[in-house]
């Protein structure tokens, strides 16, 4: 089905027409239009247009009312202030283009699919093999999950990489323990558990960190071991494999909580650009990006300066010859760029790694990996706080498991669906708290714009008050309940009756996810559709508390809500999705 234009882009369209025959010497004008109190719409845009033509802006408008067509569409047009419009939608014009949406089979709702889509690599969620993931591994993947999912459904084409870290000396130390100690992992890797291959991997982590630090013998034989992972001996990679194996399963059993699809293929760790390495810094030495400087491969910027006055460089290579992260970084740009054929690349990271994908990005710049036509953009996101607002800690100290942070959601979510529950079981509540549970985690990060910090707590998360994943989910359970009740009435719009002005509201919203789903797309900017479903929501409660659906006054108004109801619903339902958040039928 063709995409369906909205309200808003209609009356933009008649706006522009007539202000452009008002001013035709302006050429294509802008009116500015935006949702309004004081009507459906108000236009802005005469004022700044006037100034510059040196017109009266309230004859300007009048102009401008005067060339604009009442009729299926604009109900009311009137001049207010200085020179706004505000325009008023005939109720026809609402139900019918929420009937357009609403007739499209695909369950787009109306969202255009992209004609000629780019290709975007999305660099996000990378924990580290060996390592259990903890609070500050959340956002990543939970914030590019959701921009992975919004750019698909768009139309783009999205390449997922897990820049997983399974590379450096730590491994040396690792290997050689597993070593001297063969049974450490004695198992095939499908036999384990998550938790059970995390606790395994702990165990030999700290065994060996043990061993490393007391026997020096054991630490010269570990660095040794070091330059047998890198030069691609075959039984110490067999070895190093064993443990990315082991961590695999890990990974999965935590992203399978987190109700998030992981693929192997995707898992592109930094090992996987090690070929690559020497011939990025050849490519950059010679190409005079990069100098040596005390024996180390560096680059130098400009505006980059230590508080010593002193320029900071980008250290490609060290002085002894080994690689650090930026050469492995300029390696993977190599990659997507010219391998993966990329027009856009997302890197999902902390904020505080914000200087380090700045001096990488401009190296790649200056050496014509990135240019006009292949941009590169550091999604950075903030630190998850506790309710002290200090970074989330236990109460050890410690940084929060992941794992035990999801528990204890899902266990909170449980206690509130089972006071709701009704005719649920108990293998019901137990699926429904694991909904409720991660998708209140989720959207508590996602409502939140990525760069800020944001406050975890789970009391808030899994109130059916406020803005809440929960009470966008009871919401739509609420939905499902009215549709289950209807009987032999059904959703059907009726576009010739007159509607309430809560109806009004809700409609003219619900016609608006369309440019929403488009600008958050655009943007990489999840918490702007949290926002919209929330609001959402909110009018569906309104509407809900002002407009009897099943006790309606006639058979017409009772299917008319009962559609309105249907495209919330559906509105809700999409949006959740695209957030990576269930929406359960029943609560």
Same mark, same amino acid.
């Given at each position: 089905?063709?995409? @369906?234009?909205?309200?808003?882009?209609?009356?933009?369209?008649?706006?522009?027409?007539?202000?452009?025959?008002?001013?035709?010497?302006?050429?294509?004008?802008?009116?500015?239009?935006?949702?309004?109190?004081?009507?459906?719409?108000?236009?802005?845009?005469?004022?700044?247009?006037?100034?510059?033509?040196?017109?009266?802006?309230?004859?300007?408008?009048?102009?401008?009312?005067?060339?604009?067509? +009442?009729?299926?569409?604009?109900?009311?047009?009137?001049?207010?202030?200085?020179?706004?419009?505000?325009?008023?939608?005939?109720?026809?014009?609402?139900?019918?283009?929420?009937?357009?949406?609403?007739?499209?089979?695909? /369950?787009?709702?109306?969202?255009?699919?992209?004609?000629?889509?780019?290709?975007?690599?999305?660099?996000?969620?990378?924990?580290?093999?060996?390592?259990?993931?903890?609070?500050?591994?959340?956002?990543?993947? @939970?914030?590019?999950?959701?921009?992975?999912?919004?750019?698909? $459904?768009?139309?783009? *084409?999205?390449?997922?990489?897990?820049?997983?870290?399974?590379?450096?000396?730590?491994?040396?130390?690792?290997?050689?323990?597993?070593?001297?100690?063969?049974?450490?992992?004695?198992?095939?890797?499908?036999?384990?558990?998550?938790?059970?291959?995390?606790?395994?991997?702990?165990?030999?982590?700290?065994?060996?960190?043990?061993?490393?630090?007391?026997?020096?013998? $054991?630490?010269?034989? #570990?660095?040794?071991?070091?330059?047998?992972?890198?030069?691609?001996?075959?039984?110490?990679?067999?070895?190093?494999?064993?443990?990315?194996?082991?961590? !695999?399963?890990?990974?999965?059993?935590?992203?399978?909580?987190?109700?998030?699809?992981?693929?192997?293929?995707?898992?592109?760790?930094?090992?996987?650009?090690?070929?690559?390495?020497?011939?990025?810094?050849?490519?950059?030495?010679?190409?005079?990006?990069?100098?040596?400087?005390?024996?180390?491969?560096?680059?130098?910027?400009?505006?980059?300066?230590?508080?010593?006055?002193?320029?900071?460089?980008?250290?490609?290579?060290?002085?002894?010859?080994?690689?650090?992260?930026?050469?492995?970084?300029?390696?993977?740009?190599? =990659?997507?760029?010219?391998?993966?054929?990329?027009? +856009?690349?997302?890197?999902?990271?902390?904020?505080?790694?914000?200087?380090?994908?700045?001096?990488?990005?401009?190296?790649?710049?200056?050496?014509?990996?990135?240019?006009?036509?292949?941009?590169?953009?550091?999604?950075?996101?903030?630190?998850?706080?506790?309710?002290?607002?200090?970074?989330?800690?236990?109460?050890?100290?410690?940084?929060?498991?992941?794992?035990?942070?999801? =528990?204890?959601?899902?266990?909170?979510?449980?206690?509130?669906?089972?006071? !709701?529950?009704?005719?649920?079981?108990?293998?019901?509540?137990?699926?429904?708290?694991?909904?409720?549970?991660?998708?209140?985690?989720?959207?508590?990060?996602?409502?939140?714009?990525?760069?800020?910090?944001?406050?975890?707590?789970?009391?808030?998360? @899994?109130? %059916? *008050?406020?803005?809440? +994943?929960?009470?966008?989910?009871?919401?739509?359970?609420?939905?499902? +309940?009215?549709?289950?009740?209807?009987?032999?009435?059904?959703?059907?719009?009726?576009?010739?009756?007159?509607?309430?002005? #809560?109806?009004?509201?809700?409609?003219?919203?619900?016609?608006?996810?369309?440019?929403?789903?488009?600008?958050?797309?655009?943007?990489?900017?999840?918490?702007?559709?949290?926002?919209?479903?929330?609001?959402?929501?909110?009018?569906?409660?309104?509407?809900?508390?002002?407009?009897?659906?099943?006790?309606? /006054?006639?058979?017409?108004? @009772?299917?008319?809500?009962?559609? %309105?109801? =249907?495209?919330?619903?559906?509105?809700?339902?999409?949006?959740?999705? %695209?957030?990576?958040?269930?929406?359960?039928?029943?609560?």
């Amino acid at each position: 089905m063709a995409s @369906v234009t909205s309200l808003s882009d209609s009356v933009h369209q008649r706006l522009a027409a007539a202000l452009s025959a008002a001013l035709p010497q302006a050429g294509s004008a802008d009116p500015l239009l935006r949702r309004s109190d004081r009507a459906d719409f108000q236009a802005n845009g005469i004022l700044a247009l006037a100034k510059k033509e040196k017109a009266n802006p309230r004859e300007l408008a009048t102009q401008v009312v005067s060339g604009v067509e +009442s009729g299926e569409l604009i109900k009311d047009v009137e001049v207010s202030g200085p020179g706004f419009l505000n325009i008023t939608l005939t109720d026809r014009a609402i139900t019918e283009n929420l009937a357009a949406r609403y007739a499209d089979d695909t /369950g787009r709702l109306g969202v255009p699919h992209a004609e000629q889509p780019g290709t975007t690599v999305i660099d996000y969620a990378q924990p580290n093999v060996a390592k259990e993931m903890h609070v500050g591994h959340l956002r990543s993947a @939970v914030i590019g999950d959701a921009v992975t999912r919004m750019l698909e $459904f768009t139309g783009e *084409n999205v390449v997922r990489r897990h820049h997983i870290g399974d590379w450096g000396t730590q491994f040396g130390m690792l290997i050689q323990y597993l070593e001297e100690h063969p049974h450490g992992l004695d198992h095939r890797a499908d036999e384990v558990s998550g938790e059970e291959a995390m606790s395994n991997l702990d165990r030999l982590y700290k065994a060996a960190r043990k061993v490393f630090d007391s026997d020096e013998e $054991f630490k010269t034989r #570990a660095r040794r071991r070091v330059v047998d992972l890198q030069a691609g001996d075959p039984q110490t990679l067999a070895m190093w494999q064993k443990f990315v194996d082991e961590s !695999k399963i890990y990974f999965f059993s935590v992203f399978e909580k987190l109700d998030m699809e992981i693929r192997d293929a995707d898992i592109v760790g930094e090992s996987g650009y090690n070929d690559m390495l020497a011939e990025t810094c050849r490519l950059l030495e010679e190409s005079g990006v990069a100098v040596r400087s005390e024996g180390a491969l560096c680059v130098f910027f400009d505006d980059i300066k230590g508080p010593d006055g002193n320029p900071v460089p980008l250290i490609v290579q060290k002085s002894d010859g080994g690689y650090g992260y930026a050469a492995t970084d300029l390696s993977a740009i190599r =990659d997507r760029v010219f391998n993966l054929k990329a027009d +856009s690349l997302i890197y999902v990271v902390d904020a505080r790694q914000s200087l380090h994908f700045k001096m990488v990005f401009e190296t790649a710049r200056k050496a014509g990996w990135l240019n006009d036509d292949v941009t590169a953009y550091q999604l950075a996101f903030g630190t998850v706080l506790g309710k002290d607002g200090k970074p989330f800690k236990t109460r050890e100290g410690e940084t929060v498991r992941l794992v035990d942070l999801l =528990d204890e959601a899902i266990d909170r979510a449980s206690v509130v669906v089972r006071e !709701k529950a009704q005719d649920l079981s108990e293998e019901e509540i137990a699926e429904r708290g694991a909904q409720v549970g991660v998708g209140a985690v989720k959207y508590a990060d996602l409502s939140t714009s990525a760069n800020r910090d944001y406050k975890f707590d789970l009391d808030q998360m @899994v109130s %059916l *008050n406020g803005d809440t +994943s929960v009470y966008l989910q009871y919401a739509y359970a609420r939905i499902q +309940s009215i549709l289950r009740k209807a009987g032999d009435a059904r959703p059907a719009a009726h576009p010739e009756l007159e509607l309430h002005e #809560a109806e009004r509201a809700l409609g003219l919203h619900a016609d608006s996810f369309a440019a929403t789903v488009a600008e958050a797309a655009t943007e990489y900017a999840p918490h702007k559709l949290a926002a919209y479903l929330y609001q959402l929501a909110s009018l569906y409660t309104t509407f809900y508390d002002k407009c009897p659906v099943l006790k309606a /006054g006639t058979p017409e108004q @009772v299917e008319n809500r009962l559609f %309105l109801c =249907d495209v919330t619903a559906r509105t809700l339902h999409r949006g959740m999705a %695209l957030l990576g958040i269930r929406t359960p039928e029943r609560l």
